[in-house]
């Protein structure tokens, strides 16, 4: 079955480096995605990594992901007031077609 | 960018009535999308599969004849939610894949059954 778990809160300082972790237990997962959910809004895709892959670096974002370990995180570079919001990690697995499975999400804080 | 948009974004309505609300791919044609419930404070939980021209596929526990989805083109799904009572305030969300990698999201629709 598919489980995807992520801490519920993180707080950190303005220009401090975030990274909100994820953990899942489907290893037959094809995609793994990172959204950004602002109050009251819908969800934005931040970034998606291919199973395959161990790294990806989108401008300040940097995922990594530990296949064995079936360990997912974001990283925030030089993080902003503008980043606090909920972030919630994603899973496609083989022969789900296109459905995603969500983490809990994580509500970042960024503090001055 | 691909783009999803939802209407109406925020709906009040008497228990008892029923609530339709669309979900709309505006730059890019969707074979399927996808609908979400999410309760404050809680992750998205994966209501349905709408396929454009066929039936939707609904997840386990979701009843089909209370949320009644609709798929008529490639660029609209719509969600009725029939008799709604107040259990059934929720943000509802919809998604669209513009392609096999990217899933896009609606705005969301804030449905408070009075």
Known sequence: GEDVEQSLFLSVREGDSSVINCTYTDSSSTYLYWYKQEPGAGLQLLTYIFSNMDMKQDQRLTVLLNKKDKHLSLRIADTQTGDSAIYFCAERVTGGGNKLTFGTGTQLKVEL | ?114
């Open chain 2, 1 to 114: 960018g691909a783009v999803v948009s939802q209407h109406p974004s925020w709906v009040i309505c008497k228990s008892g009535t029923s609530v339709k609300i669309e979900c709309r791919s505006l730059d890019f044609q969707a074979t399927t999308m996808f609908w979400y419930r999410q309760f404050p404070k809680q992750s998205l939980m994966l209501m349905a599969t709408s396929n454009e021209g066929s039936k939707a596929t609904y997840e386990q526990g979701v009843e089909k004849d209370k949320f009644l989805i609709n798929h008529a083109s490639l660029t609209l799904s719509t969600l009725t939610v029939t008799s709604a009572h107040p259990e059934d305030s929720s943000f509802y969300i919809c998604s669209a894949n513009s392609s096999p990698d990217e899933q896009f999201f609606g705005p969301g629709t804030r449905l408070t059954v009075l």
